[in-house]
T-cell receptor, first 113, second 114 residues
Framework: KAGVTQTPRYLIKTRGQQVTLSCSPISGHRSVSWYQQTPGQGLQFLFEYFSETQRNKGNFPGRFSGRQFSNSRSEMNVSTLELGDSALYLC????????????FGQGTRLTVV | AQTVTQSQPEMSVQEAETVTLSCTYDTSESDYYLFWYKQPPSRQMILVIRQEAYKQQNATENRFSVNFQKAAKSFSLKISDSQLGDAAMYFCAYRGSNDYKLSFGAGTTVTVRA
């Protein structure tokens, strides 16, 4: 079974631009969560989607948004990029029924210059 | 909000020896889940072990075991017979029973000496 796939793996953007990151969950997983990892703030929760609905959102500005498609694939978008948005963005997928752990993708390394 | 604290930024262990990583958390919930994740230099987060709060028995997964003290809100990870491949950053994480959001600690970097 394929794992969580995130694309692209690396991205360099200029301040003020926008970016879209993609995440394909493990087959059958319907919950997708996004996390931002930086050396200063550690791992912080961005948002979680289930059945195309955002169920939970972290404490991030409105520039950060996401969506989930009917096949459970998810995208996150960051508009008006700032230097501080440089981070590793991790996506995780989970089954919904029962006790389940989150399985992570390899992340997208975003650098804003 | 749930807070997860890992008080050891770095730990070093001799190959084949044992190391214990500490984790404490703060919650008002009675039912929840706790996890230890490993993040090697490849940055891929890998689940090491999980513990359901309603289970009194400590989880074990091969060389990895936990000491779960619910009343003390403590969840330590013991790595036995340490191997060079165990070198990584280890994160303790909390998840509520009705929530898919993970709250992570700051992480502990484990170095294994040959």
């Amino acid at each position: 079974k394929a794992g969580v796939t995130q694309t692209p793996r690396y991205l360099i953007k200029t301040r003020g631009q926008q970016v879209t990151l993609s995440c394909s969950p493990i087959s059958g997983h319907r919950s997708v969560s996004w996390y931002q990892q930086t050396p200063g703030q550690g791992l912080q929760f961005l948002f979680e989607y289930f059945s195309e609905t955002q169920r939970n959102k972290g404490n991030f500005p409105g520039r950060f948004s996401g969506r989930q498609f009917s096949n459970s694939r998810s995208e996150m978008n960051v508009s008006t990029l700032e230097l501080g948005d440089s981070a590793l963005y991790l996506c995780a997928s989970s089954l919904v029924q029962g006790i389940t752990e989150a399985f992570f993708g390899q992340g997208t390394r975003l650098t804003v210059v | 909000a749930q807070t997860v604290t890992q008080s050891q930024p770095e730990m070093s262990v001799q190959e084949a020896e044992t190391v214990t990583l500490s984790c404490t958390y703060d919650t008002s919930e009675s039912d929840y889940y706790l996890f230890w994740y490993k993040q090697p230099p490849s940055r891929q987060m890998i689940l090491v072990i999980r513990q359901e709060a309603y289970k009194q028995q400590n989880a074990t997964e091969n060389r990895f075991s936990v000491n779960f003290q619910k009343a003390a809100k403590s969840f330590s990870l013991k790595i036995s017979d340490s191997q060079l491949g165990d070198a990584a950053m280890y994160f303790c994480a909390y998840r509520g029973s009705n929530d898919y959001k993970l709250s992570f600690g700051a992480g502990t970097t484990v170095t294994v000496r040959a």
